[in-house]
């Protein structure tokens, strides 16, 4: 960000880091957290999304991004679909590797009941046990 930019404050043309600025940052980050960015792209909703809106939301370059994302795709925790790439099967088998010790509530702080997929969408649970 240019010298004098309010932290927070709306971008302009002026305010806005340049496109030198925003590569050398992406080259700070590691490949795992770009991969992990990529991964956290996907929304409740979304069930696939093309290259270049993963790119566009995981802030990086298209190149990038599809370097990342064939990786993902080769170790099975992307997939591609008709219209897009979706999250794979090698992730849900990841995740289901969770100790099976941890229990959720059943119901939210108000009594409501709640479901596993609630936590997962950052919904209305209360936190894991």
């Known amino acids: 960000m240019p010298a004098g930019a309010c ?3 709306p971008l302009t043309p002026s305010t806005r880091p ?3 600025v925003s590569l050398s940052i992406q080259h700070t980050r590691s490949m795992l957290a ?3 960015s990529v991964l956290r792209c996907f929304r409740p909703g979304e069930p696939e999304l093309q ?3 993963i790119a566009r939301r995981a802030d990086m370059p298209k190149a990038t991004a599809h370097r990342i994302i064939s990786e993902l795709v080769e170790e099975g925790m992307l997939e591609r679909g008709e219209r897009g790439l979706r999250l794979g099967v090698a992730l849900f088998a ?3 590797r969770v100790p099976r010790q941890l229990t959720l509530r059943s119901r939210d ?3 409501r009941p709640v479901s596993c997929g609630d936590v997962v969408r950052g919904g209305p649970a209360g936190p894991v046990d």
Request: hydrophobic content about 40%; proline content about 0%; some cysteine.
């Open 18 to 20: 340049s496109r030198e």
């Open 34 to 36: 770009r991969g992990l």
């Open 94 to 96: 990841l995740g289901a």
């Open 7 to 9: 932290v927070g404050a």
């Open 51 to 53: 290259l270049s809106e």
């Open 109 to 111: 702080c108000f009594g």
